[in-house]
């Protein structure tokens, strides 16, 4: 194996957390430093427990030390309003940001859909859609790599207790990222995303309706084929990803129920939601991590 | 403390859309709404069913879009004014500007009764476009009246001049009403008007609202005919009436809106909006109303009963807008029997 590549955590709440636990089981990412700006932050305590280094000063508190600690990646699950900021600091010092906020500064990146096509692209931030983006338009692209879709919609449920107040004081910001996430990466010509909180006790875990309607009757038996592959290629980073019922038939409509357990690493396993964010955007550095390694990503070349 | 005058708010152009499969027709809606205005009316609302962006397989795609009913009764209405619905996660801050440059003058911002936070951002542009602006916190037999209370004041620090306790369910008894609007009036700012919107679920849809209006509401929701989800809403021709029998004042004439009823929202029903076994389940379960014609039909596709339907949607604690769980149970109910 080769050398792991340095990366740092902007962001000490939940999603920060969750993805270090996934990080630190990683063969190709080492996560080195966690920034916070709450220096009581429960992340920014676990963080040193297990041996990063921490800030409590936000991105500049980290900045100095981009260069001493080799630090190539950074994921940046603070919130929409702070990415642009943080986004232009760190590619100024040439690290590559994988954006887990709606910002969507940089390419929507949904790993078993389209992560090949960043490859080699050396883009130097890539944006992870939202939860309910990286839940469902898997099962989109399923539908469109088969024939044309017309129109996919999809609906997101989580539990109350899983939706921060990030996604609680711009939930536009959620239906509008992840409808433009079913068209560019899902491959729907027209998109459309509802986002549903649900408080039951005990909380449930995530579920995702994707309806497709496809421009002609649907190939049932290609459809079904697909769907079950791409299935075991989410699977693959978010073990509790199943398909619960369908692909269900009905004139040109083709429906998809789907339920998301997280591995439940910081975040409740109810959490799918935030869950499957921290592996895709875990996934993508892993993806990357080999390019920048061989010296793709050199210091100062970022544009 | 009981209001000497009312506000109506007649709901069959919007709650009416979901018995209607969201078909009503734009000369149907201006009909309509030229006899509601003509009764004295004064508000009426109007979108899909599911609020402004409703338009989905979800919910149903309706017959013409927001934006065309909106202007057709907007065009049509010479007193009355026009309200639209908005359920954040459905409906977004475009749709609330669409609205208002058509021309209504309320915006009723919906949530689930515990998640008064996502109404932040559309309660507070609603407020800056200088609009009538209503916190509505739908299926508000699920929170007991202090936790209720609590929303409500997220609402109204939003900028709302308006709340709603919304009975979506048709569950709640009069006590269950006066126990939740006192403590809102109680509670809330003196000047932020209060609201109660039922459903007629357990045949309680006046004796509900008249316990709203004696613990301090001012607004009433009901519909002429009672054209809504479930058994339909508070029958606002009947309300009316005994508004006028209890000397609260509405504006509203009672024989004008019997016939705006009876010639009217009646002849363009699909089926009677009765209290059937189902509509009885909605109410007795505490199940969101609009999931009753989703049941029935999952239930003819998948050989299930629809009552068993709504009550494992009550069950699974489901709430508003989660109409995509209807066919997933049905299909779990049809293996599960074979």
């Known amino acids: 194996m080769s050398k792991k590549i340095n990366a740092a955590l902007i962001g000490s709440g939940n999603i920060g957390t969750d993805l270090m636990f996934k990080a630190l089981r990683s063969h190709e990412i080492h996560p080195s430093w966690m920034v916070g700006i709450d220096a009581a932050s429960d992340g920014l305590a676990k963080a040193r427990q297990h041996g990063l280094k921490t800030t409590d000063q936000g991105i500049d508190g980290l900045l100095p030390h981009l260069a001493s600690d080799d630090i190539r990646i950074a994921f940046d699950a603070t919130s929409a309003y ?35 096509e960043h490859a080699g692209k050396r883009e130097m931030n890539v944006n992870m859609v939202t939860c309910g983006g990286q839940a469902t338009i898997p099962m989109v692209a399923a539908v469109s790599r088969v024939q044309p879709v017309d129109y996919a919609e999809i609906v997101a449920t989580v ?145 | 403390m009981t209001h000497s005058k009312i506000l109506l708010h007649d709901m069959c152009l919007r709650d009416g859309m979901h018995p209607k499969r969201h078909q009503i027709t734009v000369e149907q809606m201006r009909a309509i709404a030229k006899g509601l205005d003509e009764a004295g009316v004064p508000l009426i609302e109007v979108t899909h069913g599911d609020g402004l962006g409703g338009e989905s397989v979800n919910y149903g795609f309706p017959l013409h879009s927001d934006e065309e009913y909106l202007r057709a009764v907007i065009d049509t209405v010479k007193r009355a004014k026009v309200s639209a619905l908005l359920l954040p996660g459905i409906g977004t801050v475009e749709h609330l500007r669409m609205a208002k440059d058509l021309g209504v003058s309320t915006i009723r911002v919906a949530t689930h009764c515990t998640e008064a936070d996502v109404s932040e951002q559309h309660i507070t542009l ?138 009217l929202v009646t002849p363009i029903m699909d089926m009677p909006i009765r209290i059937d076994r189902d509509s009885l389940v909605l109410g007795y379960a505490g199940v969101y109303s609009s999931f009753l014609l989703f049941a029935k039909r999952a239930a003819a596709k998948y050989g299930v009963s629809s009552a068993d339907i709504l009550i494992e949607m009550g069950r699974m604690k489901t709430v508003g807008g989660q109409e995509d769980m209807i066919e997933d149970v049905a299909i779990n109910m049809a293996r599960a029997k074979n």
Do not use: W
Request: hydrophobic fraction near 40%.
């Open chain 2, 126 to 263: 609603a407020r800056q476009l200088g609009l009538d602006t209503v916190g509505f916190l739908m299926m508000a037999h699920m929170l007991d009246p202090e936790k209720l209370v609590q929303q409500a004041l997220l609402m109204e620090s939003y900028g709302a001049n308006c709340i709603y306790c919304t009975d979506s369910a048709g569950y709640m008894l009069p006590d269950d009403v006066t126990a939740r609007l006192s403590l809102l009036r109680e509670r809330l700012k003196p000047d932020t008007e209060l609201g109660f919107h039922g459903h007629h679920n357990l045949a309680m849809g006046i004796a509900n609202s008249i316990a709203a209006v004696q613990a301090g509401a001012n607004r009433i929701d009901g519909s002429a005919a009672g054209l809504g989800a479930g058994a339909g809403n508070t029958p606002l021709e009947v309300f009316n009436a005994v508004c006028h029998r209890m000397g609260i004042e509405t504006g509203v004439d009672v024989m004008k809106l019997a016939d705006v009823a009876e010639d």
């Open chain 1, 82 to 116: 702070v990415h642009p900021e943080n986004a232009r600091k760190l590619r100024e010092a040439g690290v590559v940001v994988i954006d887990l906020t709606p910002a969507a500064i940089g390419p929507f990146c949904v790993p078993p859909v389209n992560l090949a």
């Open chain 1, 159 to 303: 539990a109350s207790r899983s939706a921060g107040p990030g996604t609680r004081k711009n939930i536009d910001e959620f239906t509008r990222t992840t409808a433009r996430g079913i068209e560019t990466v899902g491959g729907a010509k027209r998109g459309k995303a509802i986002i549903i909180l649900n408080p039951a006790e005990p909380p449930l875990i995530m579920r995702d309706t994707v309806h497709c309607l496809t421009a002609d009757e649907p190939n049932r038996d290609q459809i079904i084929d697909s769907v079950q592959t791409m299935i075991k290629e989410v699977q693959r980073y978010v073990p509790g990803y199943s398909l619960k019922n369908g692909p269900v038939f009905d004139g040109n409509r083709v429906s998809i129920y789907l339920e998301v357990e997280g591995l439940g690493d910081y975040l409740p396993k109810y959490a799918g939601n935030l869950d499957i964010m921290t592996a895709a955007a875990l996934r993508t550095a892993e993806m990357l991590a080999p390019e920048i390694a061989a010296g793709h990503y050199a210091r100062g070349d970022a544009q």
